[in-house]
Nanobody
């Protein structure tokens, strides 16, 4: 049983940074992709970025490219999302998701079977 647990959300001012964590357990993560999505109130879940388990390759939405960086701690089986230069429009619940069959370009939620519970990020202006 795959489990994903996110942490690291919070309330920050515009321009600040936050680091989200997604701790994975339940299987050997050697293939597939971990993705970050976010959902603001009244909006659809939006793709943020992907991170491949085997090579650590990344792919980001244009809205966060150059500001958000994903990385992995192999020993902890944890993927991080470093979010810099945060903007009020980054305010959302952030989710991590994974699927062994997802590719780096799997940018829709339907491609992922396993989801974390989400963590709230609020950026004030």
């Amino acid at each position: 049983q795959v489990q994903l647990v996110e942490s690291g959300g919070g309330l920050v001012q515009a321009g600040a940074s936050l680091r989200l964590s997604c701790a994975a357990s339940g299987r050997t993560f050697s293939s597939g992709t971990l993705a970050w999505f976010r959902q603001a109130p009244g909006k659809e879940r939006e793709f943020v970025g992907t991170f491949t388990w085997d090579s650590g390759s990344t792919y980001y939405a244009d809205s966060v490219k150059g500001r958000f960086i994903a990385s992995r701690d192999n020993a902890k089986n944890t993927v991080y999302l470093q979010m810099n230069s945060l903007k009020p429009e980054d305010t959302a619940v952030y989710y991590c998701a994974t699927d062994p069959q997802a590719t780096i370009f799997a940018t829709v939620p339907q491609k992922y079977r396993y989801w974390g519970q989400g963590t709230q990020v609020t950026v004030s202006s």
